[in-house]
Every structure is written in structure tokens, then in C-alpha cells.
């Protein structure tokens, strides 16, 4: 369980930005993760008109796939490529606009108003922005988080979801001194001390 070299790993904002740039994004997923199809009914626990949290969504196609159903998704990706590419891949009006409590942030939201997808450091957002969320599908995020800040991302995600939420955590699991990530080694018992 030794994150090995992993722990002082520093992934940039300019090198995440540089990924999409050069079209360097292997870890989008043309089809929906099979696992979110799996535990579906986990997330939703019954429920219908949920808001659901994509963090670091780039362009994910579940956020489409889940707003046809009728569920709210807000997501947040410091890639504005991403962001625009993923309503055009959709063939998705939207409208963007500044967020005025973020320097430099922005939203993008489709004209059906159902998807709201924030430009900005996912720690620029809060509760107070954002709003409260009924779930959270986290597939690449906390494994993309720099592993000194995962504290910092777990705060924050408990503080934005609502009592009753489901949070979906997909993680990858691999000998931590063999890639220097990431994705990076989140172990079992970290993902419990984070989240409870």
C-alpha cells in the first residue's frame, strides 16, 4: 500500500490543459463507463430530477446520457476545449457566461438548462456557488487529484453533496512504483480515511 514516488507528484493546471491541446486524453471514454451502467440504481437510490456533480468532467458523455434522463449535472474541468467539445460532440446549444464570485471563470450551460458545466480550478467552487448535489459520479477525478491535495478534494466534495447523496468512486489499482501516475494509486484504506 506504499504510494512510493507518487506522494510528491505535482500534476500542473497547464499540463492537464496541454493533454487536450495535443489530444493526449486517454482516459476519455467514447461510450459510457460500463460501471456507472452497473450501480446506476446506487446513485439514484429511487430517484428522478437528482443533481448530479461531474468533478473534473472533461468531456464525459455520461453527463449527456444523464441529463436525457432528466437528472441536473453540473461539472467543472479547467479544460475549456473539453467543455466546448463536449456540446458539439452532442450537437448541444449552450450559452456561456462569467461566474462572478471566480477570477477568470466561466459557465457554460446548454440552452435546456440542464447542464451547467463550470471553467475553473475545482477549488475555486463552493456550496455557495455551485449548490448541493443528490450525487456525484467521480470516474477520473480523485486518481487525477495531486496526491497532497486529496484532503483538500474530499472537503470539499462532503461539502457539496446533500444528506441522502450517492457517491460513485471509480479508482485504479496498481503497483505505485511502476507509474508515477497519473491515474494515481489511491488505496482502499486512504479512500476511507478521506471519505468515512
Not at 468532467?57 to 437528472?71: F, I, P, R, S
Not at 461566474?99 to 459557465?107: C, D, R, T
Not at 457517491?167 to 478521506?194: C, I, M, R, W
Request: proline residues 5%.
Amino acid at each position: 500500500s506504499d504510494i512510493g514516488s507518487q506522494k510528491e507528484r505535482v500534476v500542473t493546471e497547464e499540463e492537464w490543459l496541454q493533454k487536450w491541446e495535443m489530444g493526449n486524453i486517454g482516459f476519455h471514454k467514447e461510450q459510457g463507463h460500463p460501471l456507472l451502467q452497473k450501480y446506476l440504481d446506487v446513485l439514484l437510490n429511487g430517484r428522478s430530477g437528482l443533481r448530479i456533480f461531474f468533478p473534473l468532467c472533461g468531456k464525459a458523455v455520461e453527463m449527456k446520457w444523464l441529463a436525457d434522463m432528466g437528472h441536473n449535472i453540473v461539472g467543472v474541468e479547467v479544460s475549456e476545449q473539453a467543455l466546448k467539445e463536449f456540446f458539439s460532440e452532442h450537437s448541444l446549444p449552450y450559452c456561456e457566461e462569467p461566474v462572478p464570485e471566480i477570477s477568470g471563470g466561466k459557465m457554460f450551460q446548454s440552452t435546456s438548462g440542464n447542464i451547467s458545466l463550470y471553467c475553473c480550478s475545482i477549488y475555486d467552487l463552493s456550496s455557495s456557488i455551485i449548490g448541493k448535489f443528490d450525487g456525484v459520479w467521480d470516474r477520473g477525478a480523485l486518481v487525477a487529484v495531486n496526491p497532497r491535495d486529496r484532503q483538500r478534494y474530499a472537503s470539499l466534495m462532503i461539502n457539496l453533496m446533500e444528506k441522502n447523496s450517492s457517491y460513485l468512486l471509480v479508482t485504479v489499482s496498481y503497483d505505485p512504483n511502476k507509474h508515477k501516475g497519473p491515474p494515481f494509486y489511491v488505496p482502499e484504506s486512504e479512500v476511507k480515511s478521506l471519505f468515512g
